[in-house]
DNA sequence: ATGTCCTGTCAAACAGGA
């Protein structure tokens, strides 16, 4: 099977790449995040005519996450057990269990500065989506964009990032805090260039000049994550006429692994 | 480096966020 993850920054604009991206590329689950619709604007009918089901968190305006899939979708869930607000619940994780895994895509809050009351809502969705992870049995796999950076490496120049978000002890400390759980951080091949970069800002020329960053993250079950046969950043979705500012990553998993029908 | 893009308000430029 085939499963990706792409923070398309609002689905509505996207529309058209991400049509054309779900026929050249078909995934068998898509998580998608800042999809920016509430979930009765959702592009379901437009998805489902290419064989896709869909579960829509979203909220309108900010935020929004959409697990598509052609093996099935069951048991969705809006949200997870605990999770903090701003001050209220924000449209920021749905799960739902296809072809056997246990599929959850998450928009972990950016942060915005250290100091920012966003950061330690940052560090507690974290600390609850640990624990919301800790209570579940079974292959899993939570991708999506993690506003974090796990290494030095996983920034253009660290050096700019002196006292930002994204790089930060506690926040690298929260993602080791869900491979302690027994998650595996699924590295994808950049396919040009040496380091994975999954994002570029929109301004000054950043994509052109690979001045990016991992930031969106897909985190396997051991038994999911021994089972991928190849992991691969499509930056070719980052390129030409109205892409967003984030690249897919696209995960294949080996025939007669969870995640394949029997 | 703060250079772009997206949404919503409102009917053209802003504000706010990333």
Redesign the pocket.
Known sequence: MRFATWNV??????LPRLLEWLEQTRPDVLCLQ?T??AAD?FPEREVAALGYETAAYGQ???NGVALLSRVGLADVRHGFDGEPGFPDPEARAVGATCAGIRFTSVYV??G?TPEDP?YAYKLAWFAALRDALAAQPGPAVVAGDF?VAPTDDDVWDIK?FAGATHVTAPERAALAALRELGLTDVVPRPLKGDRPFTYW??????FH?N?GMRIDLVYATADVAAAVRDAVIDREARKGK????HAPVVVDLEPGTPGSPV
């Open positions: 920054n609002s689905v509505k604009a996207r800042e920016k619709v604007g309108g305006r900010w809050p950016n915005r966003h506003n700019v800002d929109y301004r000054a020329g950043m000049q001045k109205g892409p967003s500012d």
